[in-house]
């Protein structure tokens, strides 16, 4: 496969035809390289439109959803992220290469090791992966943020997150159920006030530990 071939295919069919016209993002996908966060079995895939497992309950988005959700966020240099579900830590380098420090929360002990050995290896230095479980928020005395993202998805968005934005943060969320979740961005205007925008419809898999509301029973 020649892989700067794939590569460019996947930006200019995949990416851009998803409204990803920032140049800044479009050449970044090109510098942070995706097949390095992909498992082996899986490198086939990499700039395929496609879902990649990463565990029996874990996955990486598609490139444009990745791409797209990049975009949105909005981020700036002095800015800090956290990150709920490393998965293999592509977006995490994504992340760290817009802002000052990104905070990425995993469940899963083996994708923590997985997200940081990827990470460090390709010599991304400003991040900290953390095992825990931040399905419900992630409060651990660190402070408020000025971007979230999360990677999967939640059935309703805990207020918890909301209190962990700086005013002026967003964060960056699907939410509802499938088969039409929504991806969300939330702004915090004041200490009192968010405003929501649905950006479009999508389809992922739940975090893990998601709390699910009662099935209704007749």
């Known amino acids: 496969m020649n892989l700067e071939q794939a590569r460019f295919n996947m930006i200019e069919q995949q990416i851009r035809t998803w409204d990803v016209l920032d140049l800044d993002i479009l050449h970044l996908l090109q510098v942070v390289k995706r097949e ?15 879902e990649i497992p990463l565990s029996a309950e874990a996955f990486m988005f598609t490139p444009k959803l990745e791409a797209r959700l990049l975009q949105e966020a909005g981020l700036k240099k002095h800015e800090t992220v956290l990150e709920i579900g490393a998965g293999s830590g592509y977006m995490a380098a994504l ?14 002990p083996v994708l923590k090791a997985m997200a940081e050995k990827n990470l460090h290896d390709n010599g991304v230095s400003n991040f900290t992966v953390v095992q825990g479980d931040g399905a419900q928020g992630w409060d651990q005395g660190e ?10 998805a939640l059935p309703n968005l805990p207020d918890a997150f909301l209190q962990q934005l700086k005013v002026g943060g967003r964060l960056l969320a699907i939410v509802g159920a499938a088969p039409a979740m929504s991806a969300e961005i939330v702004t915090r205007v004041s200490e009192s006030a968010f405003n929501t925008r649905k950006l479009f419809e999508t389809n992922v898999g739940y975090l893990r530990n998601a709390k699910m509301p009662p099935q209704f029973k007749f």
């Open 36 to 50: 390095d966060y992909v498992p082996a079995a899986h490198k086939s895939l990499a700039f395929f439109d496609t």
């Open 95 to 108: 992340l760290g290469h817009k802002a000052r420090h990104v905070t990425s929360v995993e469940i899963d």
């Open 143 to 152: 402070g408020s943020y000025d971007v979230i993202m999360i990677s999967g």
